[in-house]
């Protein structure tokens, strides 16, 4: 029987090269040049007798039989590390996945808390810049991760909310207030779609011209930028709060409005860690931050 399998190394390549859409990409995350990859790749589709990738000038599409050989192997991978996990060293640590603004505005701290109140409790965090937070438990090597999303992550994950976004403009405390059609924005996302979800909530909608200020990639950065005095920016509220208290951030309008998303703990439903994890939901649960702040106006969802 094991004579009729392909080796072991060409299936890990055309799995990775499949998931990233790039031999390079493959390449790097293996330890391996490109032209191994593709050697790799070349053996497999020789011992399969069909073709896994169309290749179109520098992009790489999968073929019919490829997409069905990804997703057979995406499992069978998850399944050998699930079966490999208990042997490794280390194996007690969660291991989290969690995007970037949301680490360094609050869950950094809030682990090192989790550290004095549980510290049996041990967390391996990887914080990723995700553009539309995901995960794929049986591609990515998580244990669970916190998303912002509506809930909705697939029927094989439990999703458990910590807190919803709420949307503010934000801006530094020297502002000189003006009118926010005259403001500089600046835009978290290429996409502006946070502005617009908090001006679909306003009267003065119409007279914002989303087309104009200044985009970054992350909700930090514009957090940043607005700190400095570079415009008007629209921050989570959760994310903001404490720094709104300590006068390093002004509310330059006293309404907030729900994004319709929030922050989930995720975590597969077949997780052997999930008695862990429900512990771990609960503690995050009771750390997070408060909005009890003056004055302050709270619309829904827009729509």
């Known amino acids: 029987m094991a004579e009729r399998l392909p080796p072991l190394y060409a299936l890990r390549a055309f799995e990775v090269a499949a998931r990233t859409s ?12 490109p032209s191994a990859v593709s050697r790799h790749i070349k053996t497999l589709e020789g011992l399969l007798n069909c073709r896994l990738f169309e290749r179109l000038g520098p992009r ?19 399944i050998i590390e699930q079966a ?28 090192d808390l989790l550290k004095l109140s549980a510290p049996e409790m041990a967390i391996q965090l990887a914080s990723v810049w995700m553009d539309f937070d995901s995960v794929d438990f ?31 403009p934000i801006c530094a405390p020297g502002w000189v207030r003006t009118d926010l059609a005259e ?43 607005a700190m400095r005095g570079h415009g008007v920016s629209i921050g989570d509220l959760h994310l903001v709060a ?26 597969p439903r077949a997780s052997r860690h999930a008695h862990t994890l429900r512990e771990l939901y609960e503690c995050l649960s009771r750390l997070v931050p408060t909005l009890e702040l003056p004055g302050l106006e709270f619309l829904p969802a827009a729509g």
């Not at 360094?104 to 701290?109: A, D, I, T, V």
């Not at 290429?190 to 909700?219: E, M, S």
Request: glycine share 6%.
């Open 183 to 225: 403001a500089e924005l600046i835009h978290p996302t290429a996409d502006r779609r946070d502005w617009r979800r908090w001006l679909a909530a306003q009267p003065c909608a119409a007279r914002i011209d989303l087309d104009r200020g200044k985009v970054f990639d992350t909700l930090d950065q514009a957090i940043s930028a």
């Open 60 to 78: 790489l599409q999968l073929t019919v039989a490829g997409e069905r050989l990804a997703q057979e192997l995406k499992v069978g991978f998850r």
């Open 84 to 111: 490999c996990a208990p042997f490794r060293a280390g194996t007690g640590d969660l291991r989290l996945k969690a995007p970037s603004t949301l680490t360094m505005r609050w869950l950094l701290h809030t682990l």
């Open 242 to 267: 404490n720094d709104v208290r300590d006068g390093l951030i002004t509310l330059p309008c006293a309404t907030a409005v729900a994004s319709g998303d929030g922050y989930y703990l995720v975590w």
């Open 138 to 168: 049986y591609a990515e090597p998580y244990d669970c991760a916190i998303l912002l999303g509506n809930g909705q992550f697939g029927a094989d994950v439990h999703a458990h909310k910590l807190f919803d976004e709420w949307l503010i």
């Open 22 to 33: 790039s031999f390079t990409r493959a390449a790097q995350a293996l330890s391996l040049t």
